[in-house]
């Protein structure tokens, strides 16, 4: 019996073993130009500090320089929406925050984008615990001491956020509803201006992520009251932890990971995923995330992208609580 051997047409061949080149040569021809990092938040927060300690081995890795922009404004959904409306190639990305995915879409009147699904989220860094700080000076030196002063100051005690519907503001308002006390939010641009009022005495106390604020208490600059976290920081021993000081049910922690644009291509995300895990773990770059109060753990990317979508459904309760309005 004679067999016929089907082959495809010249034609069609070429197409197919063009495409599946292209495919290939893709993940290896990457990048080819240089990479934006987008931080939601201004020079010098906690957002920006973590981004320009991943930014620069990641670009020596890559072998293409890996730029820092800082993209401020709307709780971190400015520079979100930049990334998520971006071409999905993957030369745009996020220095992704518990701000922007957790808080900010929810207390919008039009929620931007969902968080989850909008969303290429490629690489779990670390998270940190919030700080309450104070100035040394005129602020509170304790936590009861805060509780203190703010329930004799019957108009309104003040305390500062990196902005509103940052995860400071949110952390301040479960402490105000928590120790039923009238605190009085004030709004900054950023953790950087708004350290610098707190140093002043503009404000008396304020609530931030940790990262940005360790050699300031070290310093002496500011005061510690009390980190947002089960048992107290290594960085900073000498701060009691919110627990110690009486109230379980304020922790909290920020998170940082590198997301991208929807409909990235696969390979491109496996071989960023792959070079991040790898420079993450390298001293110079470990020693200086943990330095800041920045807590590594491994995740898959699967695993990332799952942990966006819970942490949004766990902060929720607490978001709509605040009543945060952006």
């Known amino acids: 019996m004679k067999t016929t051997v089907k082959l495809f047409p010249p034609r ?3 197409v197919a073993v063009s495409a599946l080149l292209g495919a290939s040569a893709y993940a290896i021809d990457y990048p080819t130009k240089p990479i934006t990092l987008v931080a939601t938040f201004p020079a010098g927060g906690a957002s920006d500090i973590v981004a320009r300690t991943v930014a620069e081995p990641l670009g020596q890795k890559l072998g293409q320089a890996v730029v820092v922009d800082n993209r401020v404004g709307v709780g971190g959904s400015l520079g979100s929406n930049v990334v998520k409306t971006s071409s999905p190639e993957g030369y745009t990305l996020l220095l992704t925050n518990s701000s922007p995915m957790s808080i900010a879409p929810f207390v919008m009147e039009k929620q931007p984008y969902d968080p989850g699904k909008g969303f290429t989220h490629i690489f779990y860094i670390g998270a940190t615990p919030l700080i309450v700080i104070a100035n040394p000076k005129v602020g509170p030196s304790s936590i009861a001491d805060l509780v203190k002063q703010a329930k004799a100051k019957t108009e309104g005690y003040p305390f500062g956020s990196g902005g509103p519907a940052s995860i400071g503001h949110i952390v301040g308002e479960m402490f105000k509803s928590e120790l039923k006390v009238n605190m009085i939010h004030v709004a900054y641009k950023g953790g950087a201006p708004m350290s610098t009022d707190l140093i002043g005495g503009q404000i008396p106390v304020a609530f931030d992520v940790m990262t940005a604020y360790v050699p300031l208490v070290k310093g002496g600059q500011l005061k510690g009251l009390a980190v947002t976290s089960a048992k107290r920081s290594d960085q900073l021993p000498e701060v009691p932890s919110i627990v110690e000081a009486g109230f379980p049910d ?15 291509p696969k390979d491109v995300v496996e071989k960023l995923h792959k070079t991040l895990s790898e420079i993450v773990q390298l001293p110079a ?5 943990e330095e800041t109060g920045v ?10 992208a799952a942990y966006v979508e819970k942490q949004a459904k766990d902060w929720l309760p607490a978001v709509k609580a605040s009543g945060a309005k952006l």
Request: hydrophobic share 40%.
């Open 250 to 264: 304020l922790v909290a922690e920020n998170y940082f990971g590198i997301s991208g644009p929807p409909g990235m």
């Open 12 to 14: 069609l061949l070429a």
């Open 295 to 304: 807590t590594l753990k491994v995740m898959t990317q699967a695993e990332y």
């Open 285 to 289: 770059t470990k020693k200086k995330l």
